[in-house]
DNA sequence: ATAAAAACATACTAATTAGTATGTTTTTGA
DNA sequence: TCAAAAACATACTAATTAGTATGTTTTTAT
């Protein structure tokens, strides 16, 4: 059993790690960058985790996961109408969030970029965070089929990669464009949703 | 003026370090990797190239440009049914073109997302590479136009950068769940495509 | 043919990297 | 309270990094 303050240790690091990857990558943010940053040691670092790549998992599970199963329940709790909520959700992961910053895209996003081609196990960490963002939509858009809000020919897992896909594509673009191209999509990104009633 | 011989060197050098570049990324392909497999010896690498970022720069130059310039004359012609020709465009990259390994993604997007929040300089040559590949789109949108196969109402520039940034989007989608999610995109983008009429 | 410049080769350096060896301190359960 | 385990600290290592110093060879223009 580990001690409140050990845990503590723990998620400092993981949370600094979280931070420095998110604007710098994940393979040029070094173990001692992390340490330096959290003031802690690499004696407690290498405790708490066999190697970077343990860590990096860690940060995905225990900071990004949560983090996404947070904003995914505010975002479509499944009551409204199914394409306003999808709507309001980008629109709030695209210009209301305060964490984000633009010209450093989505963690997630650039993570999946980064290390899904290089490590098996970074590609299904990552796979399982994407796909659980997926299915929420999935089922946000087959409640609206029940609802009759939206289309029963639509193929809703398919829509929802799509749109997950899109906001991917999006963010990449913001790094390039700013904040105009996130307006300029999601007028775009509105039509679309319409075609889907 | 330089040698023939020298050019080659320098061209040789540029595009090994695209094909690694794209396999492992910018900042994690090192000098030496890229000279190993190039033959050429550190002295003529930095003969050539003053640092490693002005050798990046002229990769994204001297090799993306032009490789993308002439993937968009042959897709992009200008000939028939503007949106056929894009809709083909898109298959031929995500499905035809031998050089894109799935897992690996796009090398010019793969390159937006790890450069272009890190150097200006990179920023705007990638800004460069996707500004031209988005106005070939909206030529051939405003051609459509013309032609009548194209809703007068649309914007055409918004138009190209959701494309372009849907492309980006699929890319990165498809490092985590293969082929099939292109497939599936296609279908949908040709749904998109159609709302443009 | 030859001097000058261009092109390339070799051997180095200082900084940074992930990770380890070996400690000391702190916490925990009996 | 006290031994054992957990948690952390310090000092190291071997490999890798971008880049340089100093050469030699090749090409070019006259």
Known sequence: MSSKKAAATRLN????????VYKNGYRTTSVDEIIATTQVTKGAFFYHFKNKDEMGLAMISEVMQPGMHKALIEALPNKGNPLEEIYGMMESLLLKDPFFI???GCPAINMVEEMASQ????????????????EAI??????????RKINKDINTKETAIYIVSGYGGIRNMGKIYGRDCYISYLAQFKNYLNTLK
């Open 102 to 104: 633009i010209k450093y």
């Open 138 to 147: 999935t089922a946000t858009l087959e409640k609206g089929k029940e609802t």
């Open 119 to 134: 490590n098996e196990d970074f590609n299904k960490a990552l796979s399982k965070l994407v796909t659980q963002w997926a």
């Open 13 to 20: 690091i993981l949370q600094k790690a979280f931070e420095l």
